[in-house]
């Protein structure tokens, strides 16, 4: 059904956002670092504009790199700075990088362990151009490549304290890279650390293990729900690889019931990383995994996509207070 | 390795390609098998850039403002080895690991071992590479040139012209690709015509000599001819597979040779005749 007054969200960004904000967080975040990081370098293939890395190309415009619509050629010209000793930050779609250029981004970067830091813009659901331009499955895709650090910020306080991390820590990253007008959601106390899942809501009833902006909307479900007396906690996990299982298991032990939440596949990202990680300890118990079916997913602004296939704060609350646990 | 003021003679470098080709022989003697064709091949071209053009020290493989040789067709990794074990950065009992299980040598490069610059193999990965190492080095003010070998196979990569263009595109001065043009590739002679190699690579706005790549005298004019033309400079190198090696330059299917182990002595003795 077509809806007629319906917004489209532009190149790639999240397309209304209520409350704080903050514009180009990434790219903001790295001019600011390349003042006292003279070896830190951006490259992008044609899609400066749409990757917020503008910033720093207006810094440091010799340090700055466009090859043109050439994915491959990107990955690679990273991968040759990073060799000479310089720390590499690509940045354009991430659904460009991770189908296109994969085999770059395992050989000519990770088995090397280049300083590449990847930052995949427009991930998951959020690219309104459909399946051509949305990244569903890039953590899945990402996290089997070897000795590849995965991250899924959930704000903009995240993202630029993840670039910073990202910077100073040797080895080769992917990020995924939300554009534009970049909600704030985490308090300016949050502390990103590598391969670190945080606590952010303590309950007793469910506990949502979320990554990316997802967190975000289960916060506010986490409050619907204890409108309707359901205690729900939250566990952010924005590293997908290395993956706290130490952080997962202790969170786990205080809930009878699990609700999964990720903007990606249902396969092959959080939610199977958190079965998995269950079932190994011999943890199980009941999980609810909310993500994307496996599917080609349609042209449409944001919050329309993330209706009409369940990645919103309703649909979050739904699992958490709806009685689907015998199922 | 290269002082520039005293380049080696053109016979003193067909003399070390001859010593490289009876190291590449020995190593594939011992795993009874390899890539011999392809670093028979290119033996001459790099003696040339090995002795005569690369600035580097082989104690000090670290030295960043070290020239750099990319070897981007992983399976040519004998020819590295030899070049690397006739500098003394790997020893004898190295080489004679070639390929075997659990060796350092892998039959495809990685860049774990010692003077490799690159993980090499999925094709098509070198020149990209090469062309951010010479923008990268540019930035930092390094006077280091990177030379890419490549194949006529990897031609038919497109990966290739993304790179090709780039480096025209960023005028990179200190980059050179070698282009190794042996006719074959892994499915018999090539199966997609990639010419004329010279005319697409000007076409690229790169500077460009082609040449007999098993004449070192055509060689070492190709790079004093190039040497100081501004922006990338391409050497298009037609080599015969299993060159000074007779046997094998009649093979039929010199992709991958694999040889019975009393035959080695007989191809050994081959390569020493010819080169008398």
Redesign the interface.
């Known amino acids: 059904m077509v809806e007629l007054k319906n917004r489209a969200g532009g190149m790639g960004e999240v397309a209304e956002v209520a409350g704080p904000y903050e514009v180009a967080p990434f790219g903001t975040a790295l001019a600011e670092l390349g003042k006292t990081m003279p070896h830190i ?1 951006g490259v992008t293939a044609d899609m400066g504009r749409y990757s917020d890395i503008l910033p720093f190309r207006d810094a440091f415009p ?2 700055f ?1 466009n ?2 619509m ?1 994915e ?2 990107a ?12 720390v ?1 930050f690509v940045a354009t779609y991430s659904v460009f990088l991770t189908r296109r250029a994969l ?2 981004m395992a ?2 970067c990770a ?2 362990k280049a300083d590449v830091k990847v930052m995949g813009g427009s991930p998951g659901l959020v690219n309104p151009y459909g399946g051509t331009h949305q990244a569903l499955e890039d953590l899945a895709v990402m996290r089997m490549i070897p000795d590849v650090t995965v991250i899924d910020p959930c704000d903009a306080t995240e993202l630029k304290q993840v670039v910073k991390a990202a910077a100073e820590t040797p080895g080769t990253f992917y990020i995924r890279n939300i554009r534009g007008k970049v909600p704030v959601t985490l308090d300016d106390s949050y502390r990103f650390e590598i391969g670190k899942s945080r606590v952010l809501r303590e309950g007793t009833d469910v506990g949502i293990v979320s990554t990316g902006f997802m967190t975000a909307r289960a916060l506010e479900a986490a409050d619907r729900a204890a409108e309707a007396g359901v205690s729900v906690g939250v566990l952010h996990v924005p590293t997908i690889k290395p993956f706290d299982t130490e952080g997962l298991l202790e969170f786990a032990s205080r809930y009878p019931r699990l609700v999964t939440a990720e903007n990606h596949l249902r396969a092959g990202g959080l939610g199977t990383l958190v079965v998995e990680t269950l079932f190994d300890a011999q943890e199980t118990r009941p999980v609810i995994r909310i993500g994307l079916r496996d599917r080609f997913h349609p042209c449409g602004s944001q919050d329309y996509l993330d209706r009409m296939f369940g990645l919103d704060t309703d649909s979050i609350t739904e699992a958490l207070v709806a009685d689907r646990w015998d199922h | 390795m290269t002082d520039t003021t005293t380049r080696p003679s053109v016979s003193e470098l067909t003399e070390i390609a001859h010593r490289l080709r009876r190291r590449m022989m020995r190593m594939a003697a011992d795993k009874g098998e390899g890539y011999i064709a392809q670093g028979l091949g290119i033996a001459d071209m790099l003696a040339a850039v090995y002795w005569s053009e690369l600035q580097f020290d082989a104690e000090r493989l670290d030295d960043p403002d070290r020239d750099r040789f990319l070897l981007s067709t992983g399976h040519y990794s004998i020819a590295l080895y030899a070049v690397l074990a006739e500098l003394g950065v790997l020893t004898d009992e190295e080489t004679a690991t070639y390929a075997l299980n659990g060796s350092d040598l892998p039959m495809s490069a990685f860049d774990e071992t010692p003077g490799v610059e690159i993980t090499s193999g999925s094709l098509g990965h070198g020149l990209g590479q090469g062309v951010g190492m010479a923008l990268g080095l540019r930035l930092k003010g390094s006077p280091a040139t990177v030379y890419v070998e490549l194949s006529d196979g990897e031609l038919q990569e497109g990966s290739t012209w993304e790179s090709a263009m780039a480096a025209s595109s960023f005028a990179l001065d200190g980059l050179w690709a070698l282009v190794d043009c042996n006719g074959i590739q892994a499915d018999g002679p090539m199966v997609m015509d990639i010419e004329s190699v010279a005319v697409k690579w000007s076409a690229f706005g790169w500077s460009v000599e082609e040449v007999n790549g098993n004449d070192m005298a055509e060689i070492v004019a190709a790079f004093a001819a190039l040497r100081d033309k501004p922006g990338p400079k391409a050497i298009i190198l037609r080599t015969t597979p299993g060159w000074g090696v007779p046997t094998i330059v009649a093979r039929d299917r010199a992709h991958f040779v694999r040889v019975h182990e009393d035959e080695w002595t007989k191809l050994l003795a081959e390569l020493e005749e010819n080169h008398g």
Request: aromatic share 8%; hydrophobic share 55%.
């Open positions: 370098v010799d340090r790199f090859v043109g050439a491959q050629d990955i690679m010209v990273a991968a040759g700075l990073a060799k000479v000793g310089h590499a085999d770059f050989i000519a088995h090397s």
